[in-house]
């Protein structure tokens, strides 16, 4: 379950994009554990986060944080997506103030996120690195739709969403701002970037000579 | 997932928001277009449902039986794993690692997720994989991974026959492994991966060493993969619930 894991596209992409979030262990502390959850998405949403949501409520597009918030239950993994280093890096801060006990993760360049830590005064647990997509690659798109779908680990965002997203902001029915939105909506979680989904369908539209006013 | 023919209003509206594009059109009775869903794809992730775009609310999930539940199960981050209680996938792997312990000093993870991103995997493929890694020999898979749960041999990575068909969005087959042992397993699932009808993404966790090193990802690099510069990184804030050993 590295739902966060194996984001693809260029490292200048993915500068401004980390997902910081928490989870309790199973049979080990999660008893009690939705009040440590529920403070841990109550300190993110502090930092202006691009995107928050927990798997078993969704994302703040398509319910209100408050809702995220209020139903973190001990089974939760809560989630919220940075488009800045200092604000992840204020927001780490704060969690690690709080002293919940329960696990924090975050998702970016290894780079990046070492020095955040750092700054944060966390140090380094574990960490898991992604070694590529590997078997039948010919069964997938261009990388440039892989680059919006990965950013969903449980595959929710499908590779035709994506395409007619492009196809509706070319034929003006979408604005980019819409679309990206439209994108985020399937990832329950709440850890796709639309911050960052914006600046690819920019970056694609422009590549087309597409104007959107 | 299934499609309510007689509320179907063919507006299409659906079709792109289907994970496997396995939606497509026929004519009903009437001679009216209305949507049906290859169930055979289909692997009950609900995305199309829960997207609310169906004009006709056409669009149901009958509860499904043994063995075609094992679809929504790893597909539908809203169902929990009833072995682990963990929703998505179902492994927590390296995210609670600071509480649990699960990967040592001199250890690595190693996963394969069968069928991301976004084609599917077919237990099939799954199960050749699993195999191709036990044949190497004394390689425990995760127990707490219910990939792991569906094998009636974890010591050859056999999975029940039941299974076999059936279809899911993706699926992790997960391991610890000596550092030492990192090679031989990138090695055979370099020559499998060859062999079967969808892609896996790769995955490598290492407990972070003395000097702030990962000697897993050097040991990959060594193999001649290229790691990617994002990743994950749990950043130690967890208590723990075991005696943290001291780095030989």
New interface residues.
Partial sequence: ???????RGA?GS?KNDFVLFA????K??EAGSSVKLKRFLEIVSKYGPVNMGD??TGNRF?TSPETILGNAQD?S?VHGVFDNRESLIRA?KE??EA?????????????D??EC?QQAG????????????????E??PDEEI?NF??MC????V????V??MISDIKDGRRTVQEAAEELA??C??GIFNPKRAAAMLDEILCLWGVRVS | MKVDETKCVGCGRC?????M?AIGFSRDKFGRPCASVNQDECVD?G?CY??DICTGKALYEPKPEWPRSVRGTF?N??V?HKE?????????????????GR?KFGEA?M???M??????ARFTDIEKVAMAIASLGGIVFEP?NPITGLMIDKTAGRMNPEVLNEKV??A?IEMTVPLKRVPEI?DV??KI??D?????????????HEG?T?PA?DY?SKAG???????????????P?FVEEEQR
């Fill in positions: 379950m590295s739902h966060t894991l194996h984001r490292p993915l989870m309790s262990a199973k080990i502390n798997m078993k398509i089974t993994i780490l969690v690690k002293d919940l006990g329960i696990s924090v993760i975050i998702s970016g360049l290894f780079d996120v070492r830590c966390v140090k380094r647990h574990t960490c898991e690195t992604s070694l590529g997509i590997w078997g039948k690659r069964r997938l892989l779908t990965t680990g449980h595959g929710q499908p590779f035709n969403l395409k007619k909506k399937p329950q979680c | 079709v792109v928001y289907c994970t594009g992730c995305v829960r997207a597909s981050p809203l929990e682990t209680r963990v929703p998505g996938r179902g492994t927590e792997e390296m995210k609670t690692n600071d509480i649990t990967f993870g996963a394969i997720e069928g991301r991103p976004g084609t599917g707490q969005l993706s992790i990138i699932v370099k991966t060859k079967i009808s969808t892609v896996c993404s790769f995955d490598l966790t290492c407990k972070v702030d990962t990802f990959a993969l290229m790691l990617t510069p994002n990743g994950k990184t749990n950043v130690g804030l967890g208590r619930f």
